[in-house]
């Protein structure tokens, strides 16, 4: 984590998270990195200018019409100096100025003059950050390239719990970090992961799937990708976009799942299969819409779908690695541990899918890394958190 002589404009916006900030600006600093700060109005009401002043030994911008330090105009010269531009805090305001090209004070307008990469932590109310406005907003900033860190879920300032904190500044640096000394250590390997959930079709308009989101595969898929992989995703029905770069295969049901994976698998030294797949599907398909039969109930039977884990572990290669999921709603570690073995797998990624903050359908997760040597719980975190940690362990099995 070294970032001497690396050039960092960070942008503080109004919310009690600015004091975060501050240790942010100091830790960057300790790193060697040049640090410029732009404060908006609301900021200067949470921390005093000169506490970032004295921290980064840089004067804070807080005016769009304060008299230059540079010899350009101050926004343009802000902007073309950053080798990265952070916002932390990032409220919901100042996302929304970011999606619809608002330039109304100095940071709205210097950011929307950089052409460095940019990294938004976001800090909020939960009510707020859950709101489709603020999500839409996220949703369109990803999709331009920003880069986004947070937020972290717990007890917030305004007494309520869940998602919104500002993540903690030793994380926003390690993502600094990343997005300027970008990790290659996958570069070579070739890398499939499954993500999503499958269907199972009852007739051509309705099926049985589960909740898988796909937003734990694509998190692993993104990661390997931007650590030097060459990534396939393997994916069902997912709520999110697939990640730029990576190759996709699309599927259905659990059987066009196992046919792809019989094929692919073999060919890839890392396989991730966090797929949510349904283990039972409709013994007949119906060709046509099934009718309502008045006041009769509808009764199905359901054969047992193909075990596509235990298949690819049978089809295992050497120095191949195997990493499976886990989504247990009781005696988790026996359950994963039970399934580490018999589908010959390196390790499984176990998590507890009714626990608050984790599983299905949110940007977070906890879960449980077991190997054949031992497991390591890891706190609530980001997906993308989790993944590099996956990842990480991946390499350490691998060596």
Same mark, same amino acid.
């Given at each position: 984590m070294d970032l001497t002589g690396r050039k960092i404009v960070l942008g503080v916006t109004g919310g009690i998270a600015a004091y975060k900030s501050a240790v942010l600006v100091s830790r960057l600093r300790h790193l060697g990195a040049e640090v410029h700060v732009i404060m908006t109005k609301n900021a200067t009401e949470f921390v005093s200018p000169l506490t970032f002043q004295t921290l980064s030994s840089n004067q804070v911008v807080t005016d769009t019409f304060q008299a230059p330090e540079y010899w350009n105009v101050e926004h343009v010269a802000l902007a073309k100096l950053a080798d990265i531009f952070v916002i932390a805090p990032a409220t919901a305001n100042i996302l929304a100025k970011m999606t619809a090209g608002i330039a109304d004070d100095m940071l709205s307008t210097t950011v929307l003059a950089t052409k460095a990469p940019i990294l938004a932590a976001p800090a909020m109310n939960t009510g707020m950050w859950t709101a489709d406005a603020t999500q839409a907003n996220v949703t369109i900033?990803? /999709?331009?390239?920003?880069?986004?860190?947070?937020?972290? +879920?717990?007890?917030?300032?305004?007494?309520? =719990?869940?998602?919104?904190?500002? +993540?903690?500044? =030793?994380? %926003?640096?390690?993502? %600094?970090?990343?997005?300027?000394?970008?990790?290659?250590?996958?570069?070579?390997?070739? $890398?499939?992961?499954?993500?999503?959930?499958?269907? /199972?079709?009852?007739?051509?308009?309705?099926?049985?799937?589960?909740? +898988? +989101?796909?937003? *734990?595969?694509?998190?692993?898929? =993104?990661?390997?990708?931007?650590?030097?992989? =060459? $990534?396939t995703a393997v994916c069902g029905s997912v709520s999110v976009p697939v990640p730029e770069g990576i190759r996709t295969i699309r599927i259905e049901s659990a059987r066009e799942l196992y046919d792809v994976m019989i094929r692919e698998a073999p060919q890839h030294d890392i396989v991730i299969q966090a797929a949510a797949v349904c283990d039972y599907r409709p013994a007949e398909t119906q060709s046509t819409k099934i009718k309502k039969a008045e006041g009769q109930p509808m009764i199905l039977t359901l054969t047992e779908n193909p075990d596509i884990a235990r298949a690819v572990g049978e089809l295992k290669q050497k120095g191949q690695t195997l990493v499976g999921f886990a989504a247990e709603t009781d005696h988790v570690q026996k359950n994963?541990? /039970?399934?580490?073995?018999?589908?010959?797998?390196? *390790?499984?990624?176990?998590?507890d899918v009714t626990a608050p903050g984790a599983g299905f359908n949110v940007d977070t997760n906890i879960a449980t890394l077991i190997t054949k040597n031992g497991s390591e719980t890891q706190p609530l975190q980001t997906k993308r958190q989790l993944a590099d940690v996956i990842l990480d362990r991946i390499l350490d099995l691998r060596k």
């Open positions: 900033l990803k /999709e331009r390239g920003v880069h986004f860190v947070g937020p972290d +879920s717990g007890m917030l300032a305004c007494g309520d =719990e869940g998602a919104g904190r500002m +993540s903690e500044p =030793e994380t %926003i640096v390690g993502a %600094i970090c990343d997005l300027l000394n970008p990790r290659r250590d996958l570069a070579g390997l070739k $890398v499939i992961i499954t993500a999503g959930a499958t269907r /199972e079709r009852l007739d051509p308009v309705r099926f049985i799937t589960n909740d +898988s +989101s796909g937003k *734990m595969g694509f998190a692993l898929a =993104e990661a390997a990708r931007d650590r030097g992989a =060459e $990534v994963a541990k /039970e399934k580490l073995k018999k589908k010959n797998l390196d *390790m499984i990624v176990a998590n």
